[in-house]
């Protein structure tokens, strides 16, 4: 009884994209070197949209940003956003793999950290930006954050490249 229950639950393969070249590669070498495990398990592509800055729209505008602005401003990055995991979702495709996808706003670290508790993942993917210690120590760094704070096995994709 307890074997056909654990045979019914899928595991929960998270793959956390951003618009980044390397976190395509991540996507696309996820789906060819770990097909067996994936195929079998339900896969999130998931991203964040950074939380809009709207100061550069209040600032050039005297601090009175018309609302029709503001709304434009987030469409437009709720649009990038969907057309960024419509793609992904077309890469899966062709690898024969149906994923869900989400998307939600704020912090990329902290967001892709709840979404594996949400979504009860058993593994996260995530590809790496190759920053060296300056820039990780200005820009932080999603991956290495990730990787210490999220619930399950991370792993992070390197491109050959870089």
Not at 17 to 42: G, P, Q
Not at 148 to 162: E, F, G, I, T, Y
Request: net charge negative; charged share 25%.
């Amino acid at each position: 009884m307890e074997e056909d229950k654990r045979k019914e639950k899928k595991k929960v393969t998270m793959v956390a994209i951003d618009e980044s070249e390397c976190s395509h590669y991540a996507l696309k070498w996820a789906l060819e070197n770990l097909y067996d495990t994936i195929v079998d398990s339900h896969l999130i592509i998931f991203t964040v949209q950074s939380t809009v800055d709207l100061g550069f729209a209040f600032a050039s505008t005297y601090a009175s940003a018309p609302p029709e602005l503001v709304a434009s401003i987030q469409e437009r990055h709720q649009k990038v956003a969907l057309a960024l995991l419509e793609k992904a979702k077309d890469i899966s495709s062709k690898h024969g793999i149906e994923a869900e996808t989400v998307t939600e706003d704020g912090n990329p670290k902290e967001k892709i950290c709840e979404a594996v508790d949400k979504f009860k993942v058993q593994l996260l993917v995530l590809g790496s930006h190759s920053r060296g210690t300056i820039q990780r120590a200005f820009l932080g760094s999603v991956s290495s954050y990730c990787v210490h704070h999220a619930k399950c096995p991370v792993l992070v994709v390197k491109k050959p490249d870089q």
